[in-house]
């Protein structure tokens, strides 16, 4: 069983930062690919983004060159720094996690993030 915990989120200005945190516990001996979706009210869960076991990143056209995603491999914790927020960045935003191609897909329980003045 695998325990995905996010940390980070909270209300903060436009154009401020955060950065969230994704800590993962249980039977894990390698992750293959992490990543962080979010989903705003009335909306549709999306990818935020993604890194593959070796590295390569993807990211939503909405956020590149304002979210950067990084690993901890050793502490099996990954991150989402989110600088020059916005409003329509308000949503809660999900860790998630593979840790065998093709496997299940393990999630967090979710954190809010609200831009607002």
């Known amino acids: 069983q695998v325990q995905l915990v996010e940390s980070g989120g909270g209300l903060v200005q436009p154009g401020g930062s955060l950065r969230l945190s994704c800590a993962a516990s249980?039977?894990?001996?390698?992750?293959?690919?992490m990543g962080w979706y979010r989903q705003a009210p009335g909306k549709q869960r999306e990818l935020v983004a993604a890194?593959?076991?070796?590295?390569?990143?993807n990211y939503a056209d909405s956020v590149k060159g304002r979210f950067t995603i990084s690993r901890d491999n050793a502490k099996n914790t990954w991150y989402l720094q989110m600088n020059g927020l916005k409003p329509e960045d308000t949503a809660v935003y999900y860790c998630?996690?593979?840790?065998?191609?093709?496997?299940?897909?393990?999630w967090g329980q979710g954190t809010q993030v609200i831009v607002s003045a």
């Open positions: 998630n996690c593979d840790l065998v191609p093709g496997g299940p897909t393990y």
């Open positions: 249980g039977s894990i001996f390698s992750i293959d690919a």
């Open positions: 890194m593959s076991r070796g590295g390569s990143t």
